[in-house]
């Protein structure tokens, strides 16, 4: 708990610094410094979470430690990264059961491995510096993994990048801010960035982006979508978490602009050579927001067969929740509702209930209660059955959604 306030101390110290002369706490209208208490997982916590009808949601695999982000084969073999130990495993369930039966190391030493994905036979890994391949073998083990680029731009408080390919072919990186609200000085940093399969001739797609980890093409219209971070140190209500279309060449704002594309009132900087009201108005607002400090995770487009037939095409994303907010955001999976022409309309919760809102024991008040979690939620993926799946990087649960009576994976 020292170690937490003390970085929430440099976080606001560094907020500080960035406000004009004059401008002290009062400016930030009131931010609150509020972490739930984390609960260990346990079985019987499932009955706290809420599912819309007809929906179950069960474990799928647990013990896993820092479980962040997924990749599902053809086969149904998952692959998981763990940044925190700096590796991946192969999940399996080989008796098609719908629980993981299998759980091995195939990839190690890969400092802050994140975002995944495969093309073919080819396994794509992304850390905050490196992105790797590595072949898959026919028993889903891995050769060796060989970097292909090594000089992404530094991650400052930002390391989770991820990795996806485009229907053009072309490999996209989310890379993020190196701090909660300043000018970069790499063009690369609070960006997507757009390479060969091989890594060469990167450039950046869009920028203005503090910090989009999940993000993919809707499955019908091929439009590109992104759910972004907002700023830390503005109040309980701003800025909102933004879900944007994302075009080449465009401008999304951070650090001068959020929401709507409005100004950011406590940004001190000017953009080069103009004001943020003027510069504001030439960047992209979001399609949709949603609550502040909620911190949009790992997102997915719902494909499979098992879910009724209005979620084909919409978007599940994890929120893993605020700390800088006086009532929690996020702890759930949300739901962004397309319509039938594939454009987004809303952003509702799916599942929820991590949230202990009855309090739990304060472990650094004894006696006293404190609101309490048991959930910090990452990766999204959708599982080759239709479920969907998600990790919680706090315990290390993999959980799995079906719909009706189905229970057993069925593999291609």
């Known amino acids: 708990m020292k170690v937490l306030f003390a970085v929430v101390f440099i976080l606001f110290a560094q907020t500080l610094a960035q406000l004009p002369p004059g401008n002290g706490p009062a400016s930030l209208e009131n931010p609150t410094i509020l972490e739930p208490v984390a609960v260990k997982f346990q079985p019987g916590l499932l009955s706290r979470l809420n599912v819309p009808e007809g929906f179950n949601v069960s474990v799928f695999a647990e013990n896993l430690g820092n479980a962040r982000m997924m990749h599902v084969m053809p086969n149904g073999d998952i692959y998981l990264t763990r940044r925190q130990s700096g590796d991946v495993l192969l999940i399996k369930d080989t008796n098609a059961d719908g629980v993981a039966d299998e759980q091995n190391p195939v990839a190690q030493n890969l400092k802050l491995v994140h975002g995944i994905t495969a093309v073919d036979d080819t396994l794509y890994l992304v850390a905050d510096k490196m992105v790797y391949t590595a072949q898959i073998n026919t028993d889903g083990t891995l050769q060796q993994p060989t970097a292909i680029i090594t000089d992404l731009p530094d991650s400052g408080q930002h390391p989770a990048r991820t990795v996806a390919f485009g229907p053009d072919g072309m490999m996209y990186l989310g890379v993020g801010s190196t701090c909660n609200n300043c000018p970069e000085s790499n ?60 075009e080449a060449n465009a401008d999304y704002g951070w650090p001068w602009c959020y929401g709507n594309a409005e100004p950011d009132k406590f940004a001190s900087q000017q953009p080069p050579g103009t004001t943020k009201g003027q510069y504001c108005t030439t960047t992209q607002a979001p399609q949709l927001t949603y609550t502040a400090h909620a911190a949009p995770i790992g997102m997915s487009f719902y494909t499979g067969a098992m879910f009724p037939a209005e979620y084909q095409g919409d978007a599940f994303v994890a929120m893993r929740g605020s700390w800088n907010r006086s009532e929690p955001s996020g702890y759930e999976i949300v739901r962004v509702n397309f319509n039938d022409a594939g454009e987004p309309e809303s952003i509702e919760p799916f599942i929820t209930g991590w949230i202990i809102e009855e309090g739990v024991p304060d472990p650094d008040n004894p006696g006293e209660t404190k609101i309490g979690q048991f959930g910090r939620l990452a990766g999204v993926a959708v599982w080759t059955d239709g479920s969907l799946l998600f990790t919680d990087d706090q315990s290390g649960v993999i959980y799995r959604v079906t719909y009706g009576t189905t229970t057993q994976a069925q593999g291609e």
């Open 187 to 246: 063009p690369e940093n609070a960006t997507l960035l757009r390479a060969m399969p091989d890594g060469s001739a990167r450039n950046v797609y869009a920028k203005g982006l503090r910090h989009t980890i999940g993000f993919g093409w809707h499955p019908i219209t091929g439009v590109l979508y992104g759910f972004d971070h907002g700023s830390d140190w503005r109040g309980d209500d701003q800025p909102p978490e933004e879900f944007n279309r994302i």
